[in-house]
């Protein structure tokens, strides 16, 4: 049963152009494991709580893209949003996609920036999404970018935080996301 004296931190996934490496990077922490990391609490009264990542959770399709919407609907303001990956942003986003609205894919663009837009905090995790990586080497056909770029173009505010590296070591994911838990955003 859920104690209400523990803060709930939800943490919507998304991964873009990525090689899914800094997921499997990430998952491999040793101390706390993943378990504990995501099951436990973090730290005192601060719960982490992974409600989308395409790549570890058990359902799919549009019961997914239903329950991140609504995650973030509720929690707006107050979830965490880690992008993986590089933004594919020439031809209006059609070099990458997360669900379906209508029959028509839904870009990755839209989903980062409205999901971008209303986040306590944004983690670019790994080089791709730090600095636009591997996808964004030249001649960059799909004008993937990173997450920082992508914001300036969109004008979007939220604090975001780069965690790079090829892929990141969990420890630079935990010790950064512990440090926000305990000291807030530094602005
Ligand atoms: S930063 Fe490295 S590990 Fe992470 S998505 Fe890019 S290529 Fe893969």
């Known amino acids: ?19 899914t ?19 436990d609490e973090m730290l005192p009264g601060k719960h982490l709580n992974l409600r989308y990542h395409a790549t570890v959770m058990a359902g799919a399709g549009d019961a997914v893209i239903e329950e991140m919407r609504k995650v973030a609907q509720a929690k707006e303001g107050g979830y965490i949003l880690v992008v993986e990956g590089a ?4 031809a209006e986003g059609e070099y990458g996609a997360i669900g379906e609205e209508g029959e028509k894919p839904i870009p990755m663009t839209a989903w980062v920036e409205s999901l971008g837009r209303d986040a306590l905090a944004v983690i670019a995790l ?5 600095f636009g990586g591997i996808p964004g080497g030249s001649p960059n056909p799909s004008g993937a970018q990173s997450v920082e770029k992508f914001f300036k173009s969109r004008n979007i505010a939220t604090p975001l935080i780069n965690i790079p590296g090829c892929p990141p070591h969990p420890d630079w994911f935990v010790g950064t996301v512990a440090r926000v838990l305990i000291s807030g955003l530094l602005r």
Do not use: F, H
């Open 1 to 19: 049963m859920k104690d209400p004296k523990v803060e709930e931190y939800p943490i919507l996934w998304l991964q873009c152009a990525t090689c």
């Open 21 to 39: 490496g800094c997921s499997v990077s990430v998952l491999n922490t040793e101390r706390p494991s993943i378990k504990n990391l995501l099951i």
């Open 87 to 90: 933004i594919p942003t020439a």
């Open 126 to 130: 790994g080089t791709c999404a730090a």
